[in-house]
């Protein structure tokens, strides 16, 4: 029995895109060990400067969060915030790396909570 020929031309394609794939993945991650200190430090120092800043401007000024992620600066676009009323402090996380806290006190305003490692 002879094969198809669409059958023929399909499979090479597959195989063709799922090696691109695989290879695109490979690169990105010899890229991210590579540079893995340059990438924590980013991470930390986004972090911890959008937790700061956000908590200021949240518990400090009084605005929404919301309207506090305005204040991130450009490049940190991945980091998130979170905030918790109950203990008037706003989490910072940047993906898969590091995350921060800032939390208000009376008489010191918005405070880092200590880093780990």
């Known amino acids: 029995m002879a094969k198809s020929p669409a059958r023929a031309i399909t499979r090479p394609r597959r195989r063709w895109g799922l090696w691109l794939l695989a290879i695109i993945a490979l690169v990105v991650g010899a890229a991210a060990f590579t540079f893995r200190s340059e990438i924590n430090g980013y991470g930390s120092v986004s972090a911890a400067y959008s937790a700061r800043v956000a908590c200021s401007c949240r518990y400090v000024a009084g605005r929404p969060l919301d309207d506090c992620a305005k204040d991130k600066l450009a490049g940190m676009e991945a980091v998130t915030l979170v905030e918790d009323d109950e203990t008037k402090s706003v989490t910072a ?13 009376r008489g010191y305003g ?3 909570e200590p880093w780990e490692g």
Request: some cysteine; overall charge positive; aromatic content about 12%.
């Open 110 to 112: 918005c405070v880092l």
């Open 93 to 105: 996380r940047f993906p898969l790396v590091a995350s921060a806290t800032a939390t208000w006190r």
